[in-house]
T-cell receptor, first 115, second 117 residues
Framework: AQSVAQPEDQVNVAEGNPLTVKCTYS??????LFWYVQYPNRGLQFLLK??????LVKGSYGFEAEFNKSQTSFHLKKPSALVSDSALYFC?????????????FGQGTELSVKP | GAVVSQHPSRVICKSGTSVKIECRSL??????MFWYRQFPKKSLMLMAT?????????EQGVEKDKFLINHASLTLSTLTVTSAHPEDSSFYIC?????????????FGPGTRLTVL
């Protein structure tokens, strides 16, 4: 069965420091991987995706993620965190050949960036 | 492009009444839309997959007679919560899958906060 795990419920980072939000996945085939961000009382905003090609994917707002097939991970990173990055982050996976294209979401990681 | 709207953004209703939430893809066609429910600071729970012109596919444990879904056109899906009760209070989010995208990307609406008194 497909699954996504975000092992950290919360990540705390000082402004200006690098941040990492972890994600591991389990899927039978080659996955499509996504990161979304959610601000309070808002819908999800797309950050970036990995479909194929270069393992390092660059996305919106200076975020990037690295696809690591051997470790089945897709960690979200940013070199220098901003207070405005504080939000709820979701990793998601889609098996392109199964499940009707449904997205499977991780449980979410709350990122808190302090000044 | 790829904007999805939801209406209303917030609704308060009395127990026993029905509430309709609209999800629209504003600048693209979406043969498939998804309805999610989210509890505070929790992940999204997929409720159902809405396909234009056909019946919705509900996830296990979701009552289809309580959560009525209609996908009448390529740009509109509606979720009706029938005979709402306080336990139905939640944040409901829809997404639309762009038909023309080779990767069938999903774009999310801003969500609807439902409070049942």
């Amino acid at each position: 069965a497909q699954s996504v795990a975000q092992p950290e419920d919360q990540v705390n980072v000082a402004e200006g420091n690098p941040l990492t939000v972890k994600c591991t996945y389990s899927v039978s085939g080659n996955p499509y991987l996504f990161w979304y961000v959610q601000y309070p009382n808002r819908g999800l905003q797309f950050l970036l995706k990995y479909i194929t090609g270069d393992n390092l994917v660059k996305g919106s707002y200076g975020f990037e993620a690295e696809f690591n097939k051997s470790q089945t991970s897709f960690h979200l990173k940013k070199p220098s965190a901003l207070v405005s990055d504080s939000a709820l982050y979701f990793c998601a996976v889609r098996d392109p050949y199964n499940q009707g294209g449904k997205l499977i979401f991780g449980q979410g990681t709350e990122l808190s960036v302090k000044p | 492009g790829a904007v999805v709207s939801q209406h209303p953004s917030r609704v308060i209703c009395k127990s026993g009444t029905s509430v309709k939430i609209e999800c629209r893809s504003l600048d693209f066609q979406a043969t498939t839309m998804f309805w999610y429910r989210q509890f505070p600071k929790k992940s999204l729970m997929l409720m159902a997959t809405s396909n234009e012109g056909s019946k919705a596919t509900y996830e296990q444990g979701v009552e289809k007679d309580k959560f009525l879904i209609n996908h009448a056109s390529l740009t509109l899906s509606t979720l009706t919560v029938t005979s709402a009760h306080p336990e139905d209070s939640s944040f409901y989010i829809c997404s639309a899958r762009r038909t023309s995208s080779s990767y069938n990307e999903q774009f999310f609406g801003p969500g609807t906060r439902l409070t049942v008194l």
